[in-house]
C-alpha cells in the first residue's frame, strides 16, 4: 500500500502516508480521490507524511499534472513530512510548481514543526476517519 490519506472532518484534517516506491499515477490518483470524496473540503488542513518512502518513481511531467490537479485551496495549510533529502527535493519542486500559498505550506524533517504549523495534535491521527482512501484500490 504505497500511498493512503484519512479524512478528519471533525479536525478539518486530512492525514495521507506514501510509503515504499511512490509513482506519479499513485499521487494522482491520491488527488483525484481526495477532490471526488464528500468527505473532503479544500480547505482542510493536510499532512502528507513521506517518512517511509524510499523512492519517488515520478517525472516532472507527472509533478505538473498533479500539481493541476491539487484538490487544496492555496491557502490551506499542508505539510509534507520527510526523512530524505531526495523526498525533501521532490517536495519542494511540487511546493513551487503548484501555486501553494507561501505562508500555507511547509516542507519539513521534525513532526514537532510539522504539527505546530499546523496548530494541531498528532493524536487527531487517532481518532475515528471520516473517509479512508489506499491506492490499492485505485490500481485497477
Known amino acids: 500500500m504505497p500511498a493512503s490519506y484519512r479524512i478528519h472532518a471533525d479536525a478539518r484534517f486530512v492525514y495521507t502516508q506514501a510509503a515504499g516506491i511512490l509513482t506519479g499515477r499513485e499521487m494522482v490518483a491520491h488527488a483525484r480521490a481526495l477532490a471526488d470524496d ?14 517511509t518512502t524510499t523512492a519517488f ?25 520527510v526523512c530524505t533529502s531526495l523526498a525533501f527535493g521532490m517536495l519542494r519542486m511540487y511546493q513551487l510548481i503548484s501555486g501553494i500559498d507561501e505562508g ?28 479512508v482512501w489506499t491506492s490499492d484500490a485505485a490500481a485497477t
Not at 464528500?38 to 480547505?43: I, K, L, Q, V
Not at 518513481?57 to 513530512?81: C, E, I, Y
Not at 500555507?104 to 473517509?131: I, K, N, Y
Open 38 to 51: 464528500p468527505a473532503f473540503a479544500p480547505t482542510y488542513a493536510q499532512l502528507a507524511d513521506f517518512r
Open 104 to 131: 500555507a505550506s511547509l516542507v519539513t524533517r521534525s513532526d514537532v514543526d510539522a504539527w505546530t504549523f499546523l496548530g494541531l495534535s498528532p493524536a487527531v491521527v487517532e481518532r475515528a476517519a471520516a473517509s
Open 57 to 81: 518513481d515520478a517525472t516532472s511531467t507527472d509533478m505538473r499534472l498533479l500539481a493541476d490537479r491539487n484538490p487544496f485551496d492555496p491557502k490551506a495549510r499542508r505539510v509534507a513530512l
